[in-house]
């Protein structure tokens, strides 16, 4: 009889999961339930909403035994669709005087009224028990998107006639109509041995990390996050994760095979290992990186709660060697790499919610010692790009050099070394269909801030507004940025989750 009420109750528990209106639905966390996530900080900024715990419904039991969990012949469909309408305008240099203000008011930089439509859909199917198949894919509007772009052709394979003319090289441009507009987000399959060892093969987003803005830690994913969202889905590779759990313990660990996907030589297959330990309410992760000729990394995470209420997290890395082709500020932009020097980044920072105002603060220092501590010169290769681009310039002389040192620079992400960024959410102002955000970074060495300001008012149950102003200012009359000025006004129109 007792095993019959406890197998109605977890029945209840999984129905539960099953029926959460969360995002969790979306990026198939149930398998992170029923065969672990990467990791998971004790309190993030959204655990610590007493006011989102509340709503939902979370299962802090060890499911990965469980037979309901894995039950054969079971398949979920499901997605969601996001459908706005946004009026944004973008005024340049504003803080300087201008001799004719009204003129400049009335021809911003950017008009634009742009829809977005997008979906992903995804399936998460149990054929057997032990064995789970997962996809998510992405469709966004325009449906079909053009591919505009240059070839680069080398000097060497040009004729040598046209060798000195161009001693560069060549950069063509290139355009590609119809292209879909899809992607496969997620596609892969998960198994398990004795409710010990766990494994996913595919491609599949790695919770690494705990940082909320910045997380220099995430060594693995492709993309980063975004500051401004910071919740927002990462892209990850394929890879093959497995996961151990250390018997009677709450020790993880954590091994990953990633395979090179561009040129698929063996050699250039990388490995990374991490350890997870709990120690009360907090979480110590160690781990490592590497891959044939890039620069091995060793990283450091902490998360915790103080008194339940206040979330803190941090993150430390350690590098021998840079894999980034820096450049002096001189008139050649001098290009120099650094291979035999340590590098180190680091982040901290914290969360606080207060369920009685409705009311949350996240706040992050980040900083980056890839990054430049002076930006002169990467500020010069980025606007050199950009009106390369601006004007479809590709053949001018040098233009090939400057478009392949803006793509090192750009993939640097944060080309600085200090950032700050916080944000205050009022989750309810007089009635919960009425909320307000504000986010703000500092970017030291840019010498730039951003501030965001959003308010947000749920008109009915299916129609949304979202408006306010975007600030971009120099933090310093040596700043590289003169600034901008942005209004942004939107409507999500029906849409949801499925």
Avoid: C
């Avoid at 980034?324 to 680091?346: C, E, G, S």
């Amino acid at each position: 009889m007792k095993k019959i009420i406890t197998l109605f109750f977890m029945m209840i528990l999984a129905s539960a999961v099953f029926a959460q209106d969360a995002a969790q639905t979306e990026t198939g966390s149930l398998e992170d339930e029923l065969f672990g996530g990467d990791t998971e900080a004790l309190v993030t900024p959204e655990q610590a909403n007493a006011e989102t715990q509340k709503n939902g419904v979370s299962l802090t039991g060890d499911l990965k035994t469980a037979t309901l969990a894995l039950e054969s012949n079971k398949l979920r469909i499901g997605g969601s669709l996001n459908a706005e309408l946004g009026l944004k305008y973008v005024w340049n240099d504003p803080y300087t005087k201008k001799s004719n203000t009204k003129k400049a008011f009335l021809n911003p930089a950017l008009a634009q009224l742009q829809p977005t439509i997008g979906a992903n859909l995804f399936f998460d199917a149990r054929p057997v028990q032990d064995l789970k198949l997962y996809g998510k894919f992405i469709f966004e509007f325009p449906f079909e998107k053009n591919l505009n772009g240059a070839l680069s052709i080398g000097k060497e394979q040009l004729p040598p006639a046209l060798q000195s003319l161009f001693p560069d090289g060549l950069a063509a441009p290139v355009s590609v109509n119809g292209s879909p507009n899809f992607k496969i987000w997620e596609l892969y399959t998960d198994f398990s041995t004795k409710d010990i060892a766990f494994f996913r093969f595919g491609k599949h987003t790695v919770k690494w990390g705990t940082g909320y803005f910045y997380s220099p830690a995430d060594v693995i994913n492709i993309s980063r996050i975004d500051p401004e969202k910071p919740t927002a889905d990462r892209e990850g590779p394929v890879s093959l994760r497995t996961h151990i759990v250390i018997p009677k313990t709450q020790y993880n660990i954590w091994l990953y095979l990633l395979p090179d996907t561009e040129t698929f030589k063996p050699q250039y297959t990388a490995g990374a290992a991490k350890a997870e330990f709990v120690f009360g309410d907090w979480e110590l992760g160690v781990g490592g990186w590497y891959r044939y000729e890039k620069a091995p990394r060793f990283i450091t995470t902490l998360s915790g709660s103080i008194a339940g209420k206040v979330a803190v997290f941090a993150e430390g890395v350690f590098a021998w060697g840079s894999d980034y082709t820096y450049y002096r500020d001189d008139a050649a932009l001098t290009p120099y790499t650094v291979k035999n020097k340590p590098f180190f980044q680091a982040t901290l920072g914290g969360s606080y919610s207060n369920a009685d105002s409705h009311t949350m603060l996240a706040f992050q220092y980040y900083y980056n010692g890839f990054g430049y501590a002076n930006t002169k010169a990467a500020d010069r290769i980025i606007d050199s790009a950009t009106a390369l681009l601006a004007a479809r310039n590709y053949f001018a002389p040098g233009a090939k050099d400057i478009l392949d040192k803006s793509g090192e620079v750009a993939g640097m992400g944060n080309r600085g070394q200090h950032y700050i960024a916080f944000t205050v959410s009022q989750n309810k102002i007089g009635t919960e269909d009425l909320t307000a955000n504000l986010f703000q970074q500092f970017a030291i060495s840019e010498l730039e801030g951003l501030t965001t300001l959003s308010l947000n008012w749920r008109i009915f149950k299916f129609v949304q507004m979202s408006t306010g102003p975007i600030f971009s200012y120099p933090l310093s009359p040596s700043s590289h940025s003169k600034g901008s000025i942005g209004y942004n006004l939107s409507f999500k129109l029906g849409g949801g989750k499925f």
